[in-house]
């Protein structure tokens, strides 16, 4: 089955810092990359969806200056959050798909505390 | 727009019981159905899918059909066991929604022994 990586797994952080979250397909080439966010307890919402090359398209209610995506590559996308507060504290999942697939594989997520 | 609607949790069951979650979807094409699981701290895994009206979508002993005429993709298993313990998501994906994932609240499922 498809391996995809996220790193890091948990982080902690300051007010005011930022922080990137890197997403890696290990075997497969990933041509949509989509971002969720996962508040304890509750379901996954899509933050933004991003294509490799092109800038992300950003959902409603999602800040795309405070949440930089870049799909610089067919096999690598990042997530930075950027000047973290405590309530972008959360666990967020990347999914890449093979263009033109139903299926979306999940990375393992990162739980990040902002402090 | 697509939505899923999944039962509320937290369903709590003894070990060897009947389990039925129920899902229902609305979609504008022809989606196709997923079930998904999250072990307590864990990513989320596939557990199931279906890709057309009719499939049953089978693994570990879970199972789901996809109904069309109900618009529905009920989890089933016949006899849980304390280990499947978790958080269960139902979801739709479909090409007029551009692939896009949608899921469910999420049903979460004690099992006892």
């Known amino acids: 089955g498809a391996v995809v990586s996220q790193h890091p797994s948990r982080v902690i952080c300051k007010s005011g810092t930022s922080v990137k979250i890197e997403c890696r397909s290990l075997d497969f080439q990933a041509t949509t990359m989509f971002w969720y966010r996962q508040f304890p307890k509750k379901s996954l919402m899509l933050m933004a969806t991003?294509?490799?090359?092109?800038?992300?398209?950003?959902e409603q209610g999602v800040e795309k200056d405070k949440f930089l995506i870049n799909h610089a590559s067919l096999t690598l996308s990042t997530l930075t959050v950027t000047s973290a507060h405590p309530e972008d504290s959360s666990f967020y999942i990347c999914?890449?798909?093979?263009?033109?697939?139903?299926?979306?594989?999940f990375g393992p997520g990162t739980r990040l505390t902002v402090t | 727009g697509n939505s899923v609607t999944q039962m509320e949790g937290p369903v709590t069951l003894s070990e060897e019981a009947f389990l039925t979650i129920n899902c229902t979807y609305t979609?504008?094409?022809?989606?196709?159905l997923f079930w998904y699981v999250q072990y307590p701290g864990e990513g989320l895994q596939l557990l199931l899918k279906?890709?057309?009206?009719?499939d049953k979508g089978s693994n570990k002993g879970f199972e789901a059909t996809y109904r069309k005429e109900t618009t529905s993709f009920h989890l089933e298993k016949g006899s849980v066991q304390v280990s499947d313990s978790a958080v269960y998501f139902c979801a739709l994906s479909d090409q007029g929604g551009g692939f896009k994932t949608i899921f469910g609240a999420g049903t979460r499922l004690f099992v006892k022994a």
């Open positions: 979609a504008t094409g022809y989606p196709s």
């Open positions: 999914s890449p798909q093979v263009q033109g697939s139903y299926e979306q594989y």
């Open positions: 279906a890709t057309k009206a009719d």
């Open positions: 991003s294509n490799e090359g092109s800038k992300a398209t950003y």
